[in-house]
T-cell receptor
């Protein structure tokens, strides 16, 4: 199994809503990532988890709250988002180690109204 | 900080023609370099990677890339383009602390 599975595929939420994005992998990877990708732009790193502990937070606003409950799951909790937060949110995982490649999920297309 | 630069936001080729997508890196230490492809409304798929060893790296779908330290380049090539190759291509470098940093991307357009 070389898949990273993200749910939901599409999400529309109001600015006062609370929602969560979910990501799951069963490749035994101990590094997991959240990226944000705006249209016609490259993915931008948001968070990195290593051994279920947050190791990198790229100065992301607190309305985005990551969680890694176990070695296979990664969540991104969303609260009080703004329309400019609308984007494709990508989850990825990799083995730890500098030369290891990241495997990406299909993404969640988020629209904030 | 390590970074990559992709020259050309769009590249257009005819079906059957050579594909050349350019990537230059900036790194004070030996870099770990990757090429990813993204089809519309999908995630990223790894084409190939360079870590150490052989400088000519072969990937999936007939793509290959050559690591040239003297030119700080890692250009992606394919001898003969197919219509199905039309997509967005990202060069990336992996720094310490698990950070994967992407170039700005190159959209490949393939005409019949």
């Amino acid at each position: 199994d070389t898949e990273v599975t993200q749910t939901p595929k599409h999400l529309v939420m109001g600015m006062t809503n609370k929602k969560s994005l979910k990501c799951e992998q069963h490749m035994g990877h101990r590094a997991m990532y959240w990226y944000k990708q705006k249209a016609k732009k490259p993915p931008e790193l948001m968070f990195v988890y290593s051994y279920e502990k947050l190791s990198i937070n790229e100065s992301v606003p607190s309305r985005f709250s990551p969680e890694c409950p176990n070695s296979s799951l990664l969540n991104l909790h969303l609260h009080a988002l703004q329309p400019e937060d609308s984007a494709l949110y990508l989850c990825a995982s990799s083995l730890r180690g500098e030369g290891t490649e990241a495997f990406f999920g299909q993404g969640t297309r988020l629209t904030v109204v | 900080a390590q970074s990559v630069t992709q020259l050309g936001s769009h590249v257009s080729v005819s079906e059957g023609a050579l594909v050349l997508l350019r990537c230059n890196y900036s790194s004070s230490v030996p870099p770990y370099l990757f090429w990813y492809v993204q089809y519309p409304n999908q995630g990223l798929q790894l084409l190939l990677k360079y870590t150490t060893g052989a400088t000519l790296v072969k990937g999936i779908n007939g793509f290959e890339a050559e690591f040239k330290k003297s030119e700080t380049s890692f250009h992606l090539t394919k001898p003969s383009a197919h219509m199905s190759d039309a997509a967005e291509y990202f060069c990336a470098v992996k720094s310490s602390f698990q950070k994967l940093v992407f170039g700005t991307g190159t959209r490949l357009l393939v005409s019949p």
